[in-house]
């Protein structure tokens, strides 16, 4: 055991299986997985980690992300707190904790006759981890609705940001060696029915042309300025391409699925000759969308 302060050695777990809580289900286990109560726990944590020189590993659903099969060396920071999945509303502001999930803001604000969300029903993930890859499709992204956020850098700081202040790009921010804690979203007021109905048509679309309800992580490979990766995937005859239990998937070729029994190998190499058949045919370098540690 690592020496450590007491509260932070209350919260510390060792050698997690990270596979259980990514939605891959591959990958080896956490040196130290904790999840702190609230922002004044995270920061003990970053204390610790910065004292003993530990690599910080930020975590939220695990739905966007592949872990090694020898797992990762350092302190994954899961913001699965109490603190950290609270949600206040005042008028058309709603102020969300990073830890809340995702679908589940999306369905409540609805609910609540704002709209806004609705346009990122069926991605999953959590409010923190959608708002710092700027998480979205062909319907918007959720930058479109952030009015505000609350960072922690690493150090421990609290940073205060205005939309305006943040630089969203695709599949993206500037928010480096950050942690975003909180998320103020500022929505329409809508019928709730116009809302639902809208979500119902969105999440329907994408069920009929993702493999949703499998083990994946969405999609893969970022689309180029020029193409979508997927029809360069499909272009390339990969489909249907297996590596151990890991597949690219006959629905949507951005996707690979873990049959069951796939390694996070399996994945990475399936990922290496989609890159490298792309790269070959059409002169085009796929970039990864999907987080790998």
């Known amino acids: 055991m690592i020496s450590s302060p007491d509260i932070i050695n209350e919260i510390f777990r060792y050698d997690v299986p990270l596979r259980k809580y990514t939605s891959f289900k591959t990958g080896g286990t956490a040196e130290i997985f904790v999840e702190p ?41 899961h913001l699965g707190g109490i603190n950290f999945k609270n949600v206040e509303r005042d008028g058309r502001y709603v102020l969300s904790g990073a830890g809340v999930n995702l679908p589940k803001l999306i369905r409540t604000v609805a609910l609540s006759g704002f709209g806004g969300l609705e346009v990122l029903a069926g991605i999953p993930g959590t409010v923190g981890g959608a708002v710092m890859m700027n998480a ?87 689309n180029t300025s020029e193409y979508k990766a997927a029809e360069l995937i499909d272009m390339a005859n990969l489909k249907g391409m297996k590596v151990g239990n890991a597949i690219v998937s006959e629905k949507h070729a951005n996707f690979i699925v873990n049959t069951g029994n796939a390694t996070s190998s399996d994945v990475i190499e399936l990922i290496r000759i989609i890159k490298e058949t792309v790269k070959n045919k059409y002169k085009v370098s796929l970039e990864e969308e999907i987080h790998i540690w």
């Not at 004044?40 to 610790?48: A, C, G, N, P």
């Not at 930020?58 to 966007?64: A, E, P, Q, Y």
């Not at 421990?156 to 599949?171: H, N, S, W």
Request: hydrophobic share 35%.
């Open 136 to 222: 979205g499709g062909k319907h918007g992204n959720i930058s479109d609705t952030v009015s505000a956020l609350t960072t922690m850098t690493l150090d421990g700081d609290i940073i205060k940001y205005k939309r305006k202040d943040v630089g969203f790009e695709y599949r993206r921010c500037n928010l480096k060696k950050q942690i975003v804690v909180e998320v103020e979203f500022l929505l329409n007021e809508s019928k709730i029915e116009a809302v639902l109905e809208r979500m119902d048509e969105i999440y329907h679309e994408k069920q009929e042309t993702q493999p949703l309800g499998t083990f994946n992580a969405g999609s893969i490979f970022k």
């Open 37 to 77: 109560l609230g922002t004044s726990e995270l920061k003990k944590v970053l204390q610790f980690c910065k004292d003993e020189q530990k690599k910080v590993y930020i975590f939220g659903k695990g739905t966007n992300l592949l872990i090694n099969d020898n797992g990762v060396k350092g302190v994954v920071i």
